[in-house]
């Protein structure tokens, strides 16, 4: 009788399981990806563009500026970035919670009728806020997440964003769920409350987590377990969408595929509590706390030191120290800085050529599809493609880019210059059509997408540091919704219209005969796309000059600063040991 457990003790070990649990990275880590999920709301965009167009009576040209909008919302992520360097990240959380829903909702209901038709300057400012809310959610997630896996950066990147990239089809498939394939006004309502309330839910998980930096020393292990998991999750949603477009799905069928696609979401939760496991067996509670408060006084030293250089810095003047007395690469650089510096002037170049064309083939890809005459069905399915081509393109760029670095010194840039030219042939698809090239095109341009925006963050924090990242990584995509803007809705929306103008005319129409203008045949976007795959080559060339310009910096040892981190913890855990 003695032999047996207490209840007592019993119910405090699960407690001390319960807590490790839910304050540990590898939870932390699990609500990233959670949360991440339901940031790309903006990818479905291509589903019900064509209701807004159709409902309110919109010429492409005046849907080019809506998409406009939205890329303006998602990519200027200046107000996050700001915003993380004065409150905590479940602010962000919340503030991201409430902007996403009210200005999806506002859509919503201007779509379904259910408010007095607004005007085009009201449905563009609701499309901005909306996307908007995903600054918040990357800012929070993005920025802590280095912080708390600083020797992965990339690994974690290109997971977080991978995530991202899927959301669009996973989102896709709970709403077929939901409400059906004929109701695809209601997808609008969906991405106002999912993606608020995993928001909410995890608000308080998101945060910086101190003290175990020094006693794991296998994460690459689990990031790998977690990268298995995700590509098995986009092999089943891509099955999925192959089906759907082959046979026609009952209620019953597309719930069956949506409760699939949940499982694997949640199938990280069983491996961060595995390896929350593991660090109970090996960690003594009480020896973490006084490792934390040694480390703690490090970090005071650190910080004494800190404060001393930057007291000898403010002695001189601001022009020297922003463009004379710039840290070396890697090290920790002010906003101003960095944003005045000459490798953030290319990534600007970069992201306007590669985000800019890539923002217009998205935004567009509903009407290419329906331009070529294919069915609303496989609209949808070059939706879902892009979706899961994003994702393997984050994860790609964020595995394969961080592999490549580490073992061969292959530089980011030199990554982001394939990437570029990649995305050139896309264009050219779509500009120069032929039978099930749209199907292509997609898989091409949503890979080359997903894989511009973990190196763009990449090479921002290795550049630039971390201290800053979370205002420089939203400037540097600053490129994305100007190049959206010139490419999108000054270049590629008034060809479109121009060639509907000519269909209109053989057919003997009028313009005021007919609500919206409709483009059909294979030159509604040739040449737009021509143009669109030349910018994007030009792109690509610029990056080689920061290829040249950091050959040096890539060929050292970029994470040597937290080496020497993780080697004073061990020190300090052996000694306490």
Not at 135 to 157: D, H, K, W
Not at 241 to 253: E, L, N, R, W
Not at 267 to 292: D, H, M, T, W
Request: proline content about 3%; aromatic content about 12%.
């Amino acid at each position: 009788m003695n032999n047996l457990p207490s209840p007592t003790g019993a119910i405090h070990t699960n407690y001390r399981l319960t807590l490790q649990v839910l304050r540990g990275r590898w939870f932390y880590l699990f609500a990233s990806f959670l949360i991440m999920s339901g940031a790309g709301a903006t990818y479905l965009f291509g589903v019900y563009s064509p209701d807004i167009k159709t409902t309110l009576g919109y010429d492409q040209t005046t849907l080019n500026l809506i998409g406009f909008f939205k890329d303006v919302g998602s990519s200027v992520g200046v107000i996050s970035g700001l915003t993380a360097e004065l409150l905590p990240p479940w602010c962000l959380l919340l503030i991201g919670a409430a902007v996403n829903f009210t200005g999806y909702f506002m859509i919503w209901l201007s779509v379904t009728s259910r408010i007095a038709e607004p005007r085009v300057w009201h449905v563009c400012m609701y499309m901005c806020i909306a996307a908007n809310a995903q600054n918040f959610e990357n800012t929070s997630v993005l920025t802590t997440t280095l912080r708390n896996f600083p020797e992965n950066r990339g690994v974690v990147l290109g997971l977080l964003k991978g995530f991202t990239g899927l959301s669009g089809a996973i989102l896709a498939q709970i709403y077929l769920a939901v409400y059906g394939d004929e109701h695809s006004k209601d997808v609008i309502l969906l991405i106002a409350w999912l993606p608020a309330v995993l928001s909410v839910v995890f608000v308080y998980t998101i945060r910086e987590i101190d003290g175990v930096k020094g006693k794991e020393v296998d994460e690459l292990r689990v990031f790998y377990q977690f990268l298995y998991v995700s590509i098995v999750l986009a092999l089943v949603i891509m099955g999925i969408t192959i089906a759907q477009k082959m046979v026609d799905f009952s209620p019953a069928g597309y719930a069956g595929g949506c409760a699939a696609v949940c499982f694997l979401l949640f199938a990280p939760l069983f491996i961060s509590i595995k390896q929350e496991l593991e660090v109970l067996k090996k960690s003594n509670q009480e020896g973490i706390r006084v490792c934390e408060v040694r480390l703690e006084n490090l970090d005071d030293i650190h910080d004494h030191d800190l404060d001393q250089d930057q007291e000898a810095k403010s002695r001189l003047s601001c022009f020297e120290s922003i463009f004379l007395n710039k840290p070396k690469r890697g090290e920790d650089y002010s906003i101003l800085q960095a944003l005045l510096s000459v490798d953030m002037v290319i990534l600007y170049v970069a992201t306007f050529c590669g985000l800019g064309t890539s923002f217009t083939a998205v935004d567009n890809l509903g009407q290419i599809g329906e331009s070529l005459g294919y069915p609303r069905k496989s609209i949808s399915t070059f939706v879902s493609l892009l979706s899961i081509w994003n994702y393997f393109g984050r994860i790609f760029s964020g595995f394969v880019s961080e592999h490549l670095l580490i073992k061969y010194k292959f530089p980011r840039p030199l990554m982001m210059t394939l990437v570029l030219f990649m995305s050139c042939i896309g264009h050219l698809l779509i500009a120069f059509p032929f039978s099930g090239s749209v199907y292509i095109a997609s898989i091409i341009i949503g890979f080359s997408f997903g894989a511009q925006l973990p190196l763009i963050f990449a090479i921002v924090s290795e550049l630039f540091g971390l201290k800053r990242f979370s205002t420089l990584f939203n400037c540097a995509q600053l490129g994305g919704p100007v190049g959206s803007y010139v490419l999108n809705v000054r270049v590629t929306g008034p060809m479109y219209d121009r060639q509907a103008l000519k269909v209109l005319e053989r057919s003997g129409l009028d313009r005021s005969s007919v609500k919206e203008l409709v483009c059909i045949g294979k030159e509604c976007y040739r040449w737009s796309f021509m143009m669109l795959g030349g910018v994007c080559c030009f792109g690509a060339l610029a990056t080689l000059v920061l290829v040249a310009r950091t050959r040096e910096f890539y060929n050292g040892d970029i994470y040597s600063k937290f080496k020497e981190q993780k080697k004073v913890a061990k020190i300090e855990d052996s000694q306490l040991g």
